[in-house]
């Protein structure tokens, strides 16, 4: 393969385009030019030609991964499947995520704690969170300190639906019934829902 020309890109910051007289198009760094002493003109041979791709696909790889997290928090399980997703290989979206993790730009143990943090803001109980984190990747050694970091004592967030559900209603049996089967969909327990709606069950807030 012959290299035809040389430039940067006009739209991506750092990337240099290789441009080959087969008509083929490579994304690169100054780092691939600079290691392979690239220049318009040079002839590679097939064991470079295959070196250079492959010193291509990890460092695209690279710059993937970092515009992905630095749009949005990720766990690395999901990064790894956006990466293959956008083209890259197994091999080359696992080494990515690694130069991520090794840096301390990738962190599922913080990020298991955003993900709890929001779905407890939002009022859901720690079935829902597990769910959550099973779904994005995280490991599953990190999500009871998450849940017992960012959730706390389920009782108050059960006690705020509760009351906002049943505010101005009469707490029969039904109603009651109704509240609970919600936050049963919400992730929580019923051993953590019943002593709640007991305890209530007597106030003024539940009278007619």
Same mark, same amino acid.
């Given at each position: 393969?012959?290299?035809? +020309?040389?430039? @940067?890109?006009?739209?991506?910051? *750092?990337?240099?385009?290789?441009?080959?007289?087969?008509? %083929?198009?490579?994304?690169?760094?100054?780092?691939? $030019?600079?290691?392979?002493?690239?220049? @318009?003109? #040079?002839?590679?041979?097939?064991?470079?030609?295959?070196?250079?791709?492959?010193?291509?696909?990890?460092?695209?790889? #690279? &710059?993937?991964?970092?515009?992905?997290?630095?749009?949005?928090?990720?766990?690395?399980?999901?990064?790894?499947?956006?990466?293959? /997703? +956008? *083209?890259?290989?197994?091999?080359?979206?696992?080494?990515?995520?690694?130069?991520? =993790?090794?840096?301390? !730009?990738?962190?599922?143990?913080?990020?298991?704690?955003?993900? &709890?943090?929001?779905?407890?803001?939002?009022?859901?109980?720690?079935?829902?969170?597990?769910? %959550?984190?099973?779904?994005?990747?995280? @490991?599953?050694?990190?999500?009871?300190?998450?849940? =017992? =970091?960012?959730?706390?004592?389920?009782?108050?967030?059960?006690?705020?639906?509760?009351?906002?559900?049943?505010? *101005? #209603?009469?707490?029969?049996?039904?109603?009651?019934?109704? $509240?609970? !089967?919600?936050?049963?969909?919400?992730?929580?327990?019923?051993?953590?829902? #019943?002593? $709640?709606?007991?305890?209530? /069950?007597?106030? &003024?807030?539940? %009278? %007619?």
């Amino acid at each position: 393969m012959t290299i035809s +020309k040389i430039e @940067p890109s006009r739209h991506v910051k *750092g990337r240099i385009l290789l441009f080959f007289e087969s008509g %083929e198009c490579w994304k690169a760094t100054e780092q691939e $030019v600079l290691a392979f002493s690239l220049y @318009p003109g #040079k002839t590679l041979s097939d064991e470079e030609s295959r070196a250079l791709e492959r010193a291509c696909g990890r460092s695209g790889a #690279k &710059a993937r991964a970092a515009e992905m997290i630095g749009r949005q928090a990720l766990s690395k399980k999901e990064l790894q499947k956006r990466l293959v /997703r +956008k *083209g890259s290989s197994e091999e080359d979206a696992a080494a990515a995520a690694d130069w991520l =993790e090794d840096i301390g !730009a990738l962190d599922d143990e913080n990020y298991a704690r955003i993900v &709890a943090r929001h779905y407890a803001a939002a009022g859901y109980g720690p079935a829902k969170v597990r769910d %959550e984190l099973y779904r994005r990747g995280v @490991p599953r050694e990190l999500w009871d300190a998450a849940i =017992e =970091e960012e959730c706390g004592d389920p009782a108050a967030a059960i006690e705020r639906y509760a009351a906002a559900k049943l505010r *101005g #209603k009469i707490a029969d049996e039904a109603a009651l019934g109704r $509240v609970a !089967a919600g936050l049963r969909r919400r992730g929580f327990r019923w051993e953590d829902i #019943k002593p $709640v709606l007991d305890r209530l /069950r007597g106030e &003024a807030l539940w %009278e %007619e």
